[in-house]
């Protein structure tokens, strides 16, 4: 009994980046994320991913594989452990369906072992990421015309302090929560350069500014407000669908492909996620390779 303690689902081990206050239980217990593309007919063996080698047959046959839609709903057994996920519908861009799978011990109410999410894309999530991906890696000077962000900024009784009030590259700190850059609480925005790029920078509750993972702020192809002068010399924030097209809807199509659970709380303006990501792979990393974070590096606070 001591060798079946050490089985696992092989391969696909999350490096979690949400607090657990983050985090619901099945979140904080689930090591292992999968993202796969939608296919007719496309099955997956999950016991192909078992290990370590050599457990004894009479112990697999004891193995069970226990699945439901997001966590949520009836319980199925997976027959012959094969998920048939193309036996479905191919779901929509950006809203991947979600399966919740526990690996178990002497069948569906046994011992659990492992779990595991796996994230089924439309077949267009990954021709558009992998399109944006191509056209982006190679087109990097505009990030050098922005504005290097503060390494830290002052937080007054839980309210953030604007470093440079009466200076015109940043837009004051302001407090932020949303999934979207988990663990961070305050944000700053740069004003639109030439082309309309912006940046954006993430600060944690302390105010010191988060230059690495997804809770990082990047750079902006399209800065998500643009000015736009009235009369009098006012100025009025106008929301950028370019920033959704290039820069939101590639960031969440990476998360998903990377395989995190999650999809955005609005397709048209999101916000925020419906479930929190947990794992940075090969697709995020892509991500913030072609929206680095800090770009021009970084200045201290005045």
């Known amino acids: 009994m001591k060798r079946l303690t050490q089985i696992i689902l092989c391969g696909y081990l999350s490096c979690p980046i949400l607090t657990q206050a983050q985090t619901d239980e099945i979140d904080r217990k689930t090591n292992h994320c999968l993202g796969i593309v939608w296919s007719q007919g496309g099955q997956l063996d999950l016991m192909s991913m078992i290990g370590p080698d050599g457990i004894p047959s009479q112990e697999l046959a004891k193995l069970c594989f226990v699945m439901q839609i997001d966590a949520k709903g009836a319980r199925t057994e997976l027959q012959n452990h094969v998920l048939k996920f193309g036996d479905k519908a191919e779901p929509a861009d950006l809203k991947p369906t979600i399966y919740y799978v526990e690996l178990r011990y002497g069948g569906m109410d046994g011992t659990i072992f492992d779990r595991m999410w796996i994230v089924v894309n439309n077949r267009n999530t990954k021709e558009n990421f992998d399109k944006w991906y191509n056209d982006n890696k190679t087109n990097m000077a505009w990030t050098l015309t922005l504005p290097a962000p503060f390494t830290s900024i002052a937080v007054n009784s839980g309210n953030p302090v604007d470093p440079e009030p009466n200076a015109h590259l940043w837009e004051e700190p302001t407090p932020k929560d949303t999934l979207l850059h988990p663990n961070a609480s305050f944000e700053m925005r740069s004003l639109p350069v030439t082309g309309s790029h912006g940046h954006q920078a993430m600060y944690d509750a302390k105010g ?59 397709t048209a303006t999101p916000t925020t996620l419906r479930r929190p990501m947990l794992y940075q792979g090969d697709y995020l990393n892509q991500y913030i390779q072609c929206r680095p974070i800090t770009p021009t590096g970084t200045r201290p606070r005045p």
């Open 208 to 266: 010191i500014l988060i230059t690495s993972t997804v809770a990082a702020g990047t750079a902006d192809f399209v800065a998500p407000y643009l000015k736009i002068p009235l009369t009098g010399g006012i100025t009025m924030p106008r929301l950028s669908t370019g920033h959704l097209r290039y820069d939101v809807y590639p960031f969440i199509r990476a998360l998903q492909l990377d395989g995190n659970p999650c999809w955005p709380n609005s």
